[in-house]
């Protein structure tokens, strides 16, 4: 790989991928773990041989070539069908509207889903929203929602006191049952914005050096997305992440004129001013 993507050289990034697909397919019992790496190539980019070599053979990845300048948009719904039958519908939806265009040349995805049941089968009749006395070091007695089997969330209770109580507590204890509450947690970034501000400008601009995947190729956006949930059978996990790649460049405003900050409302106006006439005229009402 470090050939063919002009990465450092001095660390072996095609084995250590191997082991780390190894790893998370090895079977294990009760445990469904699977990982998917897909590419969508424009049908015009001229992708090297040698790359595309490198992916099928350290990747396994499936290489898709598709008609991404004429159906921009029938791409998107591709890959995010194959992202969501990868996680199992976990991530139904990776790209949003607008990340695929006529200059995006590729989509690159990488998926992973993991279902786990409990060692020890959890009864689903058994769960329920219950009310528990607890005792803080006072001894004065407090309820509070605990375990969760229903649909509404459980809440989570912080109690402060003095650590050796809980000690003690915890030396006099001869079983302890713990209670996991139910819960699903969904979340989508894209770092792109954050990467920059970061120090990574050379991948995200016309000075990146991808010349082993094609000529003139930068990443124009990075979208991650992860799905947890926990309940009466097990956990399912999936994330999925995409990087989308063009050639072609617009150099964005210094930052000084891209960020505007306002804590009221506002009008704003363009005009030209050689001719001095007004271009747009706008207004910020909810802040």
Not at 105 to 114: E, I, N, R, S
Not at 118 to 127: E, G, N, Q, R, S
Request: with cysteine.
């Amino acid at each position: 790989m470090s050939d063919n993507a002009c990465v450092n050289k001095r660390f072996d990034m095609s084995g250590a991928f191997q082991k780390l697909l190894e790893a998370l397919n090895k079977p294990a019992p009760n445990v469904r773990q699977e990982t998917y790496t897909r590419v969508f190539f424009e049908r015009s980019l001229e992708v090297t041989k040698g790359f595309r070599s490198v992916m099928d053979r350290n990747f396994n990845a499936e290489l898709d070539t598709v008609d991404m300048r004429g159906e921009p948009d029938s791409v998107r719904e591709c890959v995010n069908s194959s992202v969501e039958k990868d996680t199992v519908g976990a991530i139904p939806q990776l790209l949003v509207s607008g990340v695929t265009d006529a200059d995006t040349c590729a989509v690159f995805y990488d998926a992973v889903y993991v279902k786990a049941s409990w060692d020890k089968a959890f009864p689903a009749v058994a769960a329920a929203t219950e009310k528990h006395p607890f005792t803080e070091c006072t001894a004065t007695s407090h309820s509070g929602a605990l375990a969760s089997g229903s649909e509404r969330a459980a809440e989570l209770v912080r109690i402060t006191g003095v650590y050796r109580h809980c000690r003690d507590a915890e030396n006099k204890l001869l079983a302890v049952e713990v209670l996991v509450p139910k819960m699903h947690v969904e979340e989508s970034v894209q770092p792109s914005y954050t990467l920059r501000h970061m120090g990574f400008l050379d991948l995200l601009d016309e000075h990146a050096m991808l010349s082993g995947i094609a000529s003139n190729l930068f990443v124009s956006d990075i979208i991650h997305k992860v799905s947890f949930t926990l309940d009466t059978t097990g956990i399912t996990a999936a994330a999925a992440v995409s990087l989308s790649l063009t050639n072609f460049y617009t150099e964005e405003l210094p930052k000084a004129y891209r960020d505007c900050q306002s804590s009221r409302p506002f009008i704003y106006v363009v005009k030209n001013k050689e001719t001095d006439l007004i271009l747009f005229m706008g207004a910020v009402q909810d802040i």
